[in-house]
């Protein structure tokens, strides 16, 4: 009696921990490119373009659980914010976007999210977002971007790359760079934390990222580079260890819980 008591109380648990311990979300960095291809140096910066994109799915095929950080580190690769048009992240933030952010204007792209209640992750309502990145002044020391993202109904359809969500969106989100060591490289690390109004736009429903992608263009200025004036794009290639780059992205939930994708691309 004893033994079957605890054979039952065992298959309980197992059914009981069982959406814990298989779904979970699944990353992946599936566009990682810059060009023109090399390496450029610490002196002499490689100035190029970025591509670049990535995609949260689930074990199960169910709605992915929330992401409320994302930092992102292209191995080698190293930013010049100050030396391109800027304007503050205010002005990036408004319900419309302030004309002295015309010229800022460094990126855009397309975010792709899925919502629906939070009890319920079958559920996927589409939501598909403009995005466009902008040089800002106000991002600390090392510059920033504000990452704007803009919507309104009706919704795209399922499995679209069409804009389109049932709720109208129109809201940036402050990135700033961080100098890291990726491969032992000097790389620019772009963070960000989503605010709470996109992680859950409506009381009991919840907003998941299922796929970003994004276009750095190459733009060119003038900057000092080791006390020499050397051309620099916004984003600029300083070194690549080996044959290939590393991309690397790190997810962080809303339990504090990271994970990290990376992907190899020629250098």
């Given amino acids: 009696m004893?033994?079957?008591?605890?054979?039952?109380?065992?298959?309980?648990?197992v059914l009981s921990f069982g959406g814990v311990a298989f779904a979970e979300n699944i990353y992946e960095v599936h566009i990682a490119k810059s060009s023109p291809k090399g390496k450029g140096t610490p002196s002499k910066p490689l100035p190029v373009k970025l591509d670049f994109g990535y995609t949260v799915g689930d074990t199960e095929g169910l709605r992915p659980t929330v992401?409320?950080?994302?930092?992102?580190?292209?191995?080698?690769l190293v930013t010049f914010p100050?030396?391109?048009?800027?304007?503050?992240?205010?002005?990036?933030?408004?319900?419309?976007?302030?004309?002295?952010?015309?010229?800022?204007?460094?990126?855009?792209?397309?975010?792709?999210?899925?919502?629906?209640?939070?009890?319920?992750?079958?559920?996927?309502?589409?939501?598909?977002?403009?995005?466009?990145?902008?040089?800002?002044?106000?991002?600390?020391?090392?510059?920033?971007?504000?990452?704007?993202?803009?919507?309104?109904?009706?919704?795209?359809a399922p499995g679209s790359k069409d804009v389109g969500c049932a709720i109208s969106v129109h809201t940036a989100?402050?990135?700033?760079?961080?100098?890291?060591?990726?491969?032992?490289?000097?790389?620019?690390?772009?963070?960000?934390?989503?605010?709470?109004?996109?992680?859950?736009?409506?009381?009991?429903?919840?907003?998941?990222?299922?796929e970003a992608i994004s276009k750095v263009n190459k733009k060119t200025a003038k900057a000092k580079v080791k006390g020499k004036t050397r051309t620099v794009g916004f984003y600029s290639e300083i070194g690549c260890k080996g044959k290939d780059r590393t991309t690397r992205v790190t997810f962080v939930d809303t339990q504090a819980r990271k994970f990290t994708a990376n992907r190899k691309s020629p250098c």
């Fill in 2 to 13: 004893r033994k079957r008591l605890i054979a039952a109380l065992t298959v309980v648990a």
């Fill in 67 to 76: 992401i409320e950080q994302y930092r992102i580190a292209p191995e080698g």
């Fill in 82 to 156: 100050k030396a391109f048009k800027s304007c503050k992240y205010s002005q990036a933030n408004a319900p419309q976007v302030a004309s002295a952010c015309k010229k800022a204007v460094v990126g855009s792209g397309l975010v792709r999210n899925e919502a629906g209640p939070g009890t319920d992750r079958s559920v996927k309502l589409v939501c598909n977002l403009k995005l466009t990145l902008y040089n800002i002044s106000d991002a600390g020391k090392n510059g920033g971007m504000a990452i704007r993202l803009d919507g309104d109904p009706p919704p795209a």
């Fill in 173 to 210: 989100i402050k990135a700033p760079f961080f100098n890291v060591k990726l491969e032992g490289l000097k790389t620019s690390e772009l963070r960000f934390t989503v605010p709470v109004q996109l992680q859950e736009p409506a009381p009991g429903v919840q907003n998941a990222v299922v």
